[in-house]
């Protein structure tokens, strides 16, 4: 059983900067395609970004693409969400997620991901 657990949320002031990661335990994870989504009070839940399981290619949600950067590292288990300029309208839980069928590129569907962290808070002030 894959776990995963986020961290790095917090408050932070409009125009600022949080990292997030998110630690993997149980599988491979160098086999994995990562991705974050998040879901605000009474919204959706929304994908942001997605990264390919070596790492290769990313994919990101227009409206973080330029402002938000996601990359992992293989040897440590670990995927990251480096988030800059954020605004208001980013404050969210943010959840970590890991699709483990083994293919070379990254998911953007919700439906196709397989395992899901418990989530972190980001809250932007204004």
């Known amino acids: 059983q894959v776990q995963l657990v986020e961290s790095g949320g917090g408050l932070v002031q409009a125009g600022g900067s949080l990292s997030l990661s998110c630690a993997a335990s149980?599988?491979?994870?160098?086999?994995?395609?990562m991705g974050w989504f998040r879901q605000a009070p009474g919204k959706e839940r929304e994908f942001v970004a997605a990264?390919?399981?070596?790492?290769?290619?990313?994919y990101y949600a227009d409206f973080v693409r330029g402002r938000f950067t996601i990359s992992r590292d293989n040897a440590k288990n670990t995927v990251y969400l480096q988030m800059n300029s954020l605004k208001p309208e980013d404050t969210a839980v943010y959840y970590c997620?890991?699709?483990?069928?083994?293919?070379?590129?990254?998911?953007?569907?919700?439906?196709?991901?397989?395992?899901w962290g418990q989530g972190t808070q980001v809250t932007v002030s204004s």
């Open positions: 997620n890991a699709e483990a069928r083994g293919g070379s590129a990254y998911v953007v569907e919700g439906d196709e991901y397989d395992y």
């Open positions: 149980g599988g491979t994870f160098s086999t994995y395609a």
């Open positions: 990264i390919a399981a070596r790492g290769n290619s990313q």
